[in-house]
């Protein structure tokens, strides 16, 4: 423990357990530690691939995911502005952001959507439980998700 004493007890122990013991490379294992998670962190880490003008993505909006247009690309790194649907403008972090498959207008009909895989988004919608752990999602296409 503190000073490399052991707690005191009222049980009875020998003299030799009440001897302080020097910790051998602590020190060079507390430096150590924060290159090691660095390390793990940086095996699975991904860069996100930056957005550009006019792209299709998705957004959060009061606990929904949204479809939204990338509008302006701002000089702070990973930085947009996103148009929704509902005409809302939104400044977010590209963190954020998920590229998405299309606005509504991108897809014609529901039969070439259900031939070619691809959603529109007005019918595709995601919700947030209470507890913000889970999320559940409903889909009214005739795909198969």
Known sequence: MLNSRRLKSKLPTTAELLQPRVALGARERLLAAPQ???YYYDRQAKSLKGLELEEDVWVRENGYWVPAVVS???PAPRSCVVQTESGVTLRRNRRHLLK???TSSSVENDEE????GAVAPSSIRFELSSDQEEV???CLCLCSH
């Open 136 to 138: 559940h999602t409903t």
């Open 113 to 116: 959507a259900t031939t070619s």
């Open 72 to 74: 302006d690309i701002w």
């Open 36 to 38: 090691k998670q660095e």
């Open 100 to 102: 998405g498959a299309g």
